[in-house]
T-cell receptor
Framework: AQSVTQPDIHITVSEGASLELRCNYS??????LFWYVQSPGQGLQLLLK??????LVQGIKGFEAEFKRSQSSFNLRKPSVHWSDAAEYFC???????????FGTGTSLTVIP | NAGVTQTPKFRILKIGQSMTLQCTQD?????MYWYRQDPGMGLKLIYY???????DKGEVPNGYNVSRSTTEDFPLRLELAAPSQTSVYFC????????????FGQGTRLTVV
């Protein structure tokens, strides 16, 4: 069965500290992988995506993610978190189009001064 | 470029009432989607469309209907509102071509009382 697991419901980090959000997936074929961010009251914004090629993907706002096929993981990282990064983060896995997407339950990030 | 626009942003319905959530996009995308987002859950696909005149059910279609008479518009209809339909609804669109991502609207927060 297809699924996405984000094991951390909520994470708190200090501003300037590094961040890693975990994402594990189960998918029957070669997956397309995405990270979206949702600020309060807003829609989802794409941070980065992986379709093929280099397994380390750079995204917007200084985020990166690494695809590890052997671990079925696509963890999101940022070396130094800013207060504006406080938001909900969703990992998604899917096929070629959105009707085949599966979303994780999200990780809520709090950034403390 | 407005992207994906959803109206209304907020709505309170009484049980048994009906309403239509509007979604329009100006990017000439063929594929459009309706998702619902419940607390602590990921996004679940309600309906999707791969082009004008073509719609199909997603994971949670019961209690909803859609139509796609134009490329731009993809309204979601609730005929007999139930408390279980209290949720945040997101519309999204994409080209449908390989290696592209979905663009999301800002959401409609619906409460059924």
């Amino acid at each position: 069965a297809q699924s996405v697991t984000q094991p951390d419901i909520h994470i708190t980090v200090s501003e300037g500290a590094s961040l890693e959000l975990r994402c594990n997936y189960s998918y029957g074929a070669t997956p397309y992988l995405f990270w979206y961010v949702q600020s309060p009251g807003q829609g989802l914004q794409l941070l980065l995506k992986y379709f093929s090629g280099d397994t380390l993907v750079q995204g917007i706002k200084g985020f990166e993610a690494e695809f590890k096929r052997s671990q079925s993981s696509f963890n999101l990282r940022k070396p130094s978190v800013h207060w504006s990064d406080a938001a909900e983060y969703f990992c998604a896995v899917g096929g070629r189009t959105g009707n085949q997407f599966y979303f994780g339950t999200g990780t809520s990030l709090t950034v403390i001064p | 470029n407005a992207g994906v626009t959803q109206t209304p942003k907020f709505r309170i319905l009484k049980i048994g009432q009906s309403m239509t959530l509007q979604c329009t996009q100006d990017m000439n995308h063929n594929y459009m989607y309706w998702y619902r987002q419940d607390p602590g859950m990921g996004l679940k696909l309600i309906y999707y469309s791969v082009g004008a005149g073509i719609t199909d059910k997603g994971e949670v279609p019961n209690g909803y209907n859609v139509s796609r008479s134009t490329t731009e518009d993809f309204p979601l209809r609730l005929e007999l509102a139930a408390p279980s339909q209290t949720s945040v609804y997101f519309c999204a669109s994409e080209t449908g071509r390989q290696n592209t991502e979905a663009f999301f609207g800002q959401g409609t927060r619906l409460t059924v009382v």
